[in-house]
């Protein structure tokens, strides 16, 4: 698998995932991330024979921004086939897009390299939809297992 793909890893009943970028809608919550097509299909395959012994997900995030794991609950995961982003952002949001693959490819393609790849398909989007409606429980009671206070 190249670093340019959605980096997820899963220990029983917790699923980390390396820097996804996120969209919330009105019906649902969305990780994404860019890939070949191949590791696409490595990852669903992945993600998908880890639901058959387990319903839920305990997720966690890595915020490549201040090097922090942190834990967002229980979630449902789906993978799904969503219209690509890509082709409606704005230029900085691209931008950022760009960037940030550079940064989790560690420089080995250029910038514009990555932006080719965006822009002819080489690289695909990867997204899975979560949700913790009615899993608030088993969030709550991992939190507490970890020793998780809220901030006040």
């Known amino acids: 698998m190249d670093d340019l793909c959605f980096r997820v890893h899963i220990v ?3 699923a980390f995932i390396y820097e996804p970028f996120t969209m919330d809608c009105p019906s649902a919550s969305l990780l994404l991330g860019w890939g070949t097509q191949s590791d696409n299909v490595l990852t669903a395959r992945y993600i998908t024979i880890n639901l058959t ?9 890595l915020s490549g921004k201040k090097d922090t794991w942190y834990y967002i609950g229980a979630h449902t995961w789906t993978p799904i086939n969503l219209f690509s982003v890509w082709s409606v952002m704005d230029g900085g949001t691209k931008r950022k ?3 940030r693959l550079w940064a989790h490819g560690h420089q080995k393609h250029t910038k514009e390299d990555i932006r080719q790849m965006l822009d002819d398909g080489h690289l695909v989007q990867f997204c899975v939809e979560v949700s913790s409606a ?3 429980p088993h ?3 991992f939190a507490k297992r970890l020793d998780y206070q ?3």
């Open 134 to 136: 009615t899993l608030t």
């Open 97 to 99: 897009v760009v960037d």
């Open 12 to 14: 029983d009943d917790m």
């Open 53 to 61: 012994t387990r319903p839920f997900f305990h997720t966690f995030i």
């Open 150 to 152: 809220k901030p006040t």
């Open 139 to 141: 969030s709550e009671a």
